[in-house]
Nanobody, 115 residues
């Protein structure tokens, strides 16, 4: 079992920044990859960024150069630094990991970018 708790969402103006955090607990010693997904109203959930235990990263084209994913393995915490935010980034952001074929999601944190 893995528990994921996100924090750091909020309302920000276009061009602003936010940092999301995801605290992981439970059977986390075997976790490899972790990632951030988002879901806007009326749209499917999409991958935003992912990172392996070794630090390799992958980003959606829409956020490359603006978002940075990182992890602190000592603190069991995943981060997403979001800069130059756009109204199109408005969504609920979810932390995700997979362990032994099971997918785990956090409860989500709302990010709203006003124009």
């Amino acid at each position: 079992q893995v528990q994921l708790v996100e924090s750091g969402g909020g309302l920000v103006q276009a061009g602003g920044s936010l940092r999301l955090s995801c605290a992981a607990s439970g059977s986390i010693f075997s976790i490899n990859g972790m990632g951030w997904y988002r879901q806007a109203p009326g749209k499917q959930r999409e991958m935003v960024a992912a990172i392996t235990s070794g630090g390799s990263t992958n980003y959606a084209d829409s956020v490359k150069g603006r978002f940075t994913i990182s992890r602190d393995n000592a603190k069991n915490t995943l981060y997403l630094q979001m800069n130059s935010l756009k109204p199109g980034d408005t969504a609920v952001y979810y932390c995700h990991t997979e362990l032994y074929g099971l997918h785990y999601w956090g409860q989500g944190t709302q990010v709203t970018v006003s124009s």
